[in-house]
C-alpha cells in the first residue's frame, strides 16, 4: 500500500515553547484535517478508524481524533517547509531558535497529553482531528527554512506540511511488523 499524501497550512505566531501557540496551530490544522475526513478517502472509512477505545483521546471536555496512531499502525513523514521574517542565516530571535519552534509544532501536531497542555477550550466543536496521537510517530522530518518577505511579527511563520501517512501493517515472512 502506498503512502497517503496531503499538504497542510498554518500561519501565525510560532514561538519556542508556547502552550498558546500549540493549541492555536492545533485548531488552525483541526480545520483542514476536518474537511480531509469528509472527502474522498476518507469518508469510507472514518467511523470505523474511530471506533477502538485507543482511537480517540478525553482531555478536559474535548475529544482529541488523532490520524495517525498506533492502534491503526500508521507513521508519519513530514516535509516542512518553514517562512519566517529573518534573514537568511539568522538562526535565533524573538520567536526563538528554529529547534525549538519546530518542537512547538510537533506538540501542536499531536493530542495534548493534558487539559492544561490544550490550553483555553473555547472553541466550540466538541471533537478535534489531530495529526497524530504522538509525535513520536513522526518517523522522517526534512526541514527548509526561507525568509517571509512580508511585514510581519518576529514570532510569526508560514508553514506548508507536506504529510505522507504511511501503513507498517505488512507481513514479512508470516511475520507482522508493527
Known amino acids: 500500500m502506498s503512502p497517503l499524501r496531503f499538504t497542510l497550512s498554518y500561519r501565525g ?57 498506533r492502534s491503526a499502525r500508521l ?48 472553541h466550540t466543536d466538541s471533537e478535534i482531528y489531530t495529526l497524530l496521537e504522538d509525535d513520536s510517530l513522526i518517523t522522517a522530518v526534512r526541514v527548509t527554512t526561507d525568509r517571509l518577505l512580508e511585514r510581519c511579527e518576529p514570532e510569526e511563520a508560514l508553514l506548508i506540511v507536506r504529510v505522507s501517512v504511511i501503513p507498517i501493517n505488512f507481513p514479512v515472512g508470516g511475520i507482522e511488523i508493527a
Open 13 to 69: 505566531p510560532l514561538r519556542a515553547d508556547s502552550t498558546k501557540d500549540k493549541q492555536e496551530i492545533r485548531l488552525s490544522l483541526h480545520d483542514q484535517l476536518r474537511m480531509l475526513w469528509s472527502g474522498f478517502p476518507f469518508d469510507k472509512f472514518h467511523d470505523r478508524h474511530f471506533t477502538d477505545a485507543e482511537s480517540k483521546r478525553l482531555v478536559g471536555k474535548v475529544t482529541y481524533l488523532p490520524l495517525v496512531r
Open 75 to 122: 507513521i508519519a513523514e513530514l516535509d516542512i517547509f518553514l517562512l519566517r521574517n529573518e534573514v537568511p542565516g539568522r538562526i535565533i530571535v524573538g520567536g526563538g531558535d528554529i529547534d525549538n519552534r519546530l518542537k512547538t509544532l510537533f506538540d501542536a501536531f499531536r493530542c495534548p497529553q493534558s487539559a492544561g497542555e490544550a490550553g483555553s477550550q473555547s
